[in-house]
Structure formats: C-alpha cells, structure tokens
C-alpha cells in the first residue's frame, strides 16, 4: 500500500484562554486566572465555586441555522466551533470538504439527564391517565431531547456544515479518545484513505452530573474545563514513507515532510492500578521505537491531566521509568492551570501547545506556581493520554527540521 507523509496543521482551540494556541501560550506565560463563577450551571459544583468554563456560542458565531441550537448539547457546539476555528485558515489549502475529507473525533459521555427526577415523580402519579402523561411530556421534555443528546450530533452537525464526507470515526469517553482520533485520522492520510483528516477532540460541559460519573472513577479533585482542540493532517507530498498500522506503534509519517508530523505512536491497556505503570512505559517505548529515537531525542513532555488518582500514579511512575537513564530530562509540562481538566480534549490541546512550541523552538516548564519559556533543546515532544479504565496512548510529535 502506498503511504504519504503527513503534516498536522490548522490548530483550532477553544478553553477558558481562548481560541487559539497562542493565546493558550501566553496565558499560561502571564500566569493569569481565567476561572469563572460556577454559579450559572445547573448546580454547585463540588469542592470549588469556579471553574474553567467558556461561552455557549450562538447560531451566528457558529454559521448555521438556529434549529441547530435545538438539536445539540453544549459540548457538541464547542466542537462545531472548534472545527470551525481550524478550517478557517488561509485558502492556499484550497476547497474543504468532499469525499476526499475524513472526520475523527474524541468526544466525552452526555453529561445531562434526559428527565428531571422531579418531572419523573409526576409522570409516576400520573400513570392512569393518558391525558394527563401527555400534558406533561409536552412540558416537561425539550423539544428534541432525543437528539440533542447524542454524542453522534456532534459528527453529524461538523459533515453536515463542512461537507465532509470521507472516512470517519468517533471514540469516546476518556481522555485517550483524543489521541486516538489523531493517530488514526493521521494513518487514513498517511495510508491514502483520505487526502485530508479533520481531527477533534471535546471537553464535556461541566455540570453537577459530571461530578457523579468522575468520583466513581477515583477522582482526584482537578478542576474541570470547557473547551474543544481541532487539526487538520494533510498531504505533504508523494513521497513513500515508513508508515504503518500494524502491532502496539508505528510511524505514519516518512522523512522530510513540511511542518510538524506526527512521527510515531504507541497505544497499550492496563486494567488495573497494578499494571498501568507497565501499559504507560509499553506505548511511550512503541512510540519512541516508531520515530527512531530514544528517551534522550525528547524535548519536551506534556503527560494527561489525569481525573483517575490511580492513572496519574501510573504515568508519574512510567515517565520515571522512561527518563531515568537520560542525561538532561526534557521538562513536563501540562496546560491545566489555565485550562482545567478537559477529558478527551486535553491530550489534543496538548498537542496544539507541542506544535506551537515546535514551530517556534520554545518551550514551557513549570517554575513552581510560575511558568517561565524556555529553548526546546530537540524538536520533539511527547504528549500522552491515561484514560480512566486503563487506556493509554502516547505520541511523538516532530518539528520541520528532522
């Protein structure tokens, strides 16, 4: 099968720091606060009053029609417009859409209940009467719940509006369904499936629920965010490449590809708190194998901002492992602090931050409750992701100048 190389361009982001990875940059360079009241969700959030939250975007700023406000939850419109922020770059990239177009997304669970307990109560009461059951569907039910509640919207609304109509996929829930829609959206280019990939990831909206599903998970007490990471991978030319898909890592990208490329992956499990360690150092080792290069090729290393007390363990304990024999650690480094936490989002934003750095020969490194930029001694950057059941990717992204 013939393979392409593959740049990853076009990052479109959308946090609490705003809509670009530059403004997440210098953000998190400022130090500033950009937390919000929590007061206008639908309830207290536990443990804080703030959060990382963004504007719910209306019809306008999104360019379609308002009916689909109806039809949406809040974070499927948080990746409409994070598509939109990345395929409104310059027109040299020429038409967007067609079947030559993929669509791979990480998306979160639906984090809202369909039906008030309240409203549920009621229609309980009013079982015997028909009537009376109807009466209070048609009041108590938004119109198009149903549909507005399917994390399969978000998909539909971004073909719909973009025209994209090639291969696809959707992953989800946990923060590995962000790097996974890049690895594979990556690999349909490289592989000729598509000439182009828009890749996306999205945060859930934070509400009391969410709570619920991660504290069962063994939270840790993060913080959560708001916000949506977009790319596109596109051709870069003809020239075959070392790309492949089989086993635990690959390379989806040959030598000499314009701009910044994902150069290798790994993807490895482990169920249980004893074994993650083992599954982080599995995949971080099959993406370093994959780029051709070792610990000490690494200039920067951005890990998950894990909800999972156990998954941040793990891959603290892995890095270790990974690095101890390295004569200059590269610096780790997570967005967090002016982002929150953004589940699938977040390795995927992570990768936007590595890109920038990359294209500029800079990094960020935490100086306490500073962080200070600094040279990227080699241009490569690391960035994983540690789903909460035991899921683990990690990637290798490398600058324009290997």
Not at 33 to 39: F, G, I, N, S
Not at 88 to 93: H, I, L, T, V
Not at 234 to 251: I, K, L, T
Request: aromatic share 6%; hydrophobic share 45%; net charge negative.
């Amino acid at each position: 099968m013939a393979t392409y190389d593959v740049r990853l361009t076009a990052p479109g982001l959308y946090t609490a720091a705003g809509t670009d990875p530059d403004a997440l940059w210098e953000t998190l360079v400022a130090g500033k606060d950009t937390r919000r009241p929590t007061e206008a969700l639908a309830g207290p959030w536990p443990e804080g009053d703030t959060a990382f939250l963004v504007d719910d975007l209306d019809a306008a700023t999104l360019g379609v029609h308002r009916r689909v406000l109806r039809t949406s939850e809040k974070q499927a419109r948080m990746a409409l417009y994070g598509a939109r922020l990345a395929l409104a770059g310059p027109a040299e990239r020429g038409p967007v859409g067609g079947p030559g177009w993929g669509l791979y997304l990480g998306l979160p669970t639906v984090d809202e209940e369909l039906l008030r307990f309240g409203a549920l109560d009621r229609l309980h009461k009013a079982a015997g009467s028909p009537g009376e059951v109807a009466a209070l569907y048609g009041r108590e039910v938004p119109p198009f719940s149903g549909l507005s509640h399917l994390n399969s919207t978000a998909a539909a609304h971004i073909s719909a509006v973009f025209g994209l109509t090639g291969a696809m996929a959707a992953y989800s829930p946990f923060s590995d369904a962000g790097l996974t829609a890049l690895i594979d959206g990556a690999l349909s280019v490289a592989e000729g499936e598509n000439e182009a990939a828009l890749v996306g990831a999205v945060s859930p909206k934070v509400h009391p629920l969410l709570f619920a599903q991660y504290e069962e998970l063994g939270w840790n007490g993060a913080v959560p965010g708001e916000g949506a990471a977009f790319l596109v991978a596109e051709r870069a030319g003809d020239a075959a490449g070392s790309g492949g898909s089989g086993g635990s890592g690959g390379s989806v990208a040959g030598a000499g590809a314009p701009g910044a490329r994902l150069a290798g992956y790994g993807r490895a499990f482990g169920a249980g708190a004893g074994d993650r360690t083992e599954a982080v150092v599995e995949a971080v080792h099959a993406a370093l194998e994959a780029a051709g290069t070792d610990a000490g090729g690494i200039g920067w290393v951005l890990p998950d901002a894990a909800w999972s007390a156990d998954a941040a363990r793990a891959q603290s304990a892995a890095l270790e492992r990974v690095f101890a024999g390295t004569a200059d650690r590269p610096a780790q480094f997570t967005g967090e602090r002016a982002t929150g936490v953004l589940g699938p989002a977040h390795p995927l934003a992570h990768t936007l931050l590595a890109l920038h750095g990359l294209a500029s020969g800079r990094r960020l490194a935490a100086d306490g409750d500073a962080v200070r930029e600094e040279a990227l001694p080699v241009p490569r950057a690391l960035v994983l992701a540690c789903g909460a059941r035991g899921q683990v990717c990690a990637v290798v992204l490398e600058g324009a100048g290997k």
